[in-house]
Every structure is written in C-alpha cells, then in structure tokens.
C-alpha cells in the first residue's frame, strides 16, 4: 500500500458494536480501496466483532499483527452504485415520471435498488399535477375548522316544523354528496404515486375536509327532530357516474370543476337563506373548503391541458357520457328542490313562494354561468362551454 500513509483510529474502551464502527467507517470513507486501517482498543472482543463487521460491508481484515487492521474492500459501498436519485425534494424535482420501483422512497432520496415496487397506477406527472397544489395544502391546513367548537349549536331558534323539515331535506342531500366527495379524493390517494406529495396532500385534506362537511351536515340534520329526510335513486345515480370515472383528470373535471364547481352557488344560496343561524353557519364553513376544492380541480386541470390539448375533447365526452347515463333518470329529488324554495321563500303565501321559487331560478341561473366561466377557463370555446354547462347533472354535483 506504498503510497498511502497508514491510518490508526482509537476506539478506547467503546465496543465496535456499541457504536464503534461508526468511527472506524468514517475513517475508512476518505481511504482508496485496498487502503489500511489500523484499529486499536481496550474491548477484547475488539478483533472478533471487527472482522464480522468487515466481512458484513465488503472489507477484509488483518489480524496478524498485534492490532488488527481493516483493508478497505471493492464492494464496500456496491449497494449504492446502482443506486437511483429519485427526483429532489423541491417543486423542481418533480420529475414527468416516477417509477414505482422508487417506492415509499422520499422524493430526492438515494433509493437502493430493489425492494418491492409499489403498487400504483397515477405515475405520469401531467395526469395528477398542478403547481398550486402546494399552497392550497398550506391554505387547507392553515384553514381546518372545529365542528365542534366553529359551529354554535347551541343558538336558540325555533322554526316552524315545515321549515325545520326543508332544512332536514337539504342536509340529507348534503351528505350523500359529501360522501361522494370524500370518496373520490381517497380513492385516487391510493392510486398516486408519492413522488406528486404535493398533490398526495392537497388531496388528504380535501377528505378531512369532507369529512367535517358530512359532520356538520348530519349535526344539523339530527339537530331537532332526529329524523332524516329521503334520498333519491336519480340523486344516488348521478352521484354514482362520479365514483365509476377511474381516470383521475375526467374524475377531478365531473367532481371538481363542474359539482363542486355548482356547490359554489347552492352552499351560498343555503346560507344566504338560512332559517336559522346553525344553518347558515355550517353552509359558509362548508364554502370555505369547497373554493379551495374548485381550484384545486382546475389548477389541475389547466395544467393538463396545457400538456396535452386533446385533453378538452375527452373532456367534453365524459360530459356527454355522463349526461347519457343519466338522461332516464330523475336527476334532482324533487323534495330537495321544494324544499329549497321552502328555504328562500320564508313564509305560505302566494308572494312568498314566488319570491322563492324565482330565487331557485337564480341559484340554476347562476351554477350556469358559474360553469360556463370555468369552462372557458380551462380553454373551451364560449359555445362548447355553454353547450356543455346546459349538459349537467339536474342533482348540481
Ligand atoms: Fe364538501
Ligand atoms: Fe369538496
């Protein structure tokens, strides 16, 4: 080993297995292969535990002399030669791919190769990404509220028992389209790969989000009476065509920009109109989160039809199948629509109800337009956005 001044390192009385070889690899890291270190120390199992601890990471040992030594092998470090960058962990270490043999790994880790490869399908950068995802996670996070303590359930009102049961109608509809929307993120969670954490977590919050929405709605809904109200096959069907779409992009299109998109407007007609301070509350809180919700899905999907124009022509079809699909079914319950002009009419009189059944007009008038203005947003043509709003579900979400 002519050439390479030979090193010593002193290991005292620590045993190598009680953390000593952490000194001796240190010292070994800056020798050349086939260079010596001499390993001195008071434990006598010194030579015994150095020459297994060799042997297990590609060294070898020499024990002739008085103080055993270790001679830096070839294969030391082998593990890692083939070892894959897996991105960086910035936004500018998303890569357009990421590949399942990376695993659970870290984005921007060291990954050793094999180890199981990871069994997820959403792999493809432009299939799942948005550059605001990141700050609507920190938006969402900063944001969670507390059905518990944000909601003041115990506010005095009365309302008449036909008001009271329009209230109990809607929260009822609420919540079978909050467990739509709580269960669609979560399914596509476990289909994504965590290189796109950013968009893994935008979508983890949307289900907590969720979930305090289902909360709060059956709070409400249970809040008097205790009874619940009826929910419809046409409703139950609409919401299904949701939960069958497997692609993550025409998913996030029919949930997102179009449901959540037309939730915008009815969750603040609810609250605009609310009988009751409960009411309007759980209605407003709910609206916070479905903005973020709505932007999320046309961030996305702005980006990923910016990759690939042909995007917004399967777009437009899985509008169209889905409107297929539902064209024999009711659509909307109609006790949820009575019981909405119920809630903006206030009162049984000719007048009144007028009054609420044109603010239901408005509502549909406004989803419309709401829809068509995020439509054209994602890049559809003023026509093809209105033809495609008019094609909606009659069940808003
Ligand atoms: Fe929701
Ligand atoms: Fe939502």
């Not at 880790?109 to 550059?131: F, I, N, T, Y």
């Not at 929307?181 to 476990?190: G, H, S, T």
């Not at 916070?288 to 980006?303: C, I, P």
């Not at 007028?354 to 003023?382: C, H, S, Y």
Request: hydrophobic share 45%.
């Amino acid at each position: 080993m002519a050439g390479f001044a030979p090193m010593v390192i002193d290991l005292e009385g620590l045993g190598l297995e009680a953390g000593g070889y952490l000194l001796v690899q240190r010292a070994l890291h800056d020798l050349p292969v086939g260079g010596r270190l001499t390993v001195r120390g008071n434990d006598p199992a010194l030579s015994t535990h150095l020459a297994a601890w060799s042997r297990s990471v590609g060294h070898q040992t020499d024990l002739a002399d008085d103080e055993p030594a270790v001679v830096k092998g070839p294969a030391a470090g082998a593990r890692w030669n083939r070892a894959e960058r897996a991105g960086g962990p910035g936004p500018h270490g998303v890569l357009p791919h990421a590949d399942v043999r990376w695993g659970l790994a870290m984005r921007g880790a060291l990954v050793e190769e094999g180890g199981p490869p990871l069994h997820v399908d959403l792999v493809d950068r432009d299939l799942v990404w948005a550059d605001a995802a990141r700050q609507l996670y920190i938006n969402g996070t900063a944001r969670q509220w507390d059905p518990a303590t944000d909601v003041h359930w115990n506010d005095p009102f009365s309302l008449p028992a036909e008001i009271e049961a329009a209230v109990v109608q809607v929260m009822t509809y609420l919540v079978e389209n909050e467990y739509a929307a709580l269960q669609i993120p979560a399914k596509f969670i476990a289909r994504l790969h965590p290189h796109y954490r950013e968009v893994m977590q935008v979508l983890s919050i949307q289900v907590a989000d969720e979930a305090r929405h289902v909360e709060v709605f059956t709070q409400r809904a249970t809040l008097r009476s205790g009874e619940v109200g009826v929910s419809g096959a046409g409703g139950r069907a609409s919401l299904q065509t949701l939960l069958d779409e497997p692609d993550f992009s025409l998913a996030s299109f029919l949930l997102s920009v179009l449901g959540e998109g037309s939730f915008l407007d009815l969750l603040a007609f609810i609250a605009r109109h609310a009988p009751d301070p409960v009411t309007r509350e759980v209605a407003s809180l709910a609206l916070r989160d479905e903005r973020r919700h709505v932007a999320f899905g046309v961030a996305h999907l702005r980006h990923a039809v910016n990759a690939d124009r042909s995007l917004l022509g399967r777009l437009r079809m899985a509008a169209e199948r889905r409107h297929d699909a539902l064209a024999s079914t009711a659509g909307l319950n109609q006790d949820v629509y009575d019981s909405l002009v119920v809630l903006a009419s206030h009162a049984w009189t000719p007048e009144a109800i007028a009054t609420g059944w044109q603010a239901v007009q408005n509502l549909q008038r406004d989803m419309d337009k709401g829809r068509q203005r995020r439509l054209i947003e994602l890049g559809f043509p003023a026509d093809e956005a209105a033809e495609l709003s008019a094609l909606h579900t009659r069940n808003f979400m």
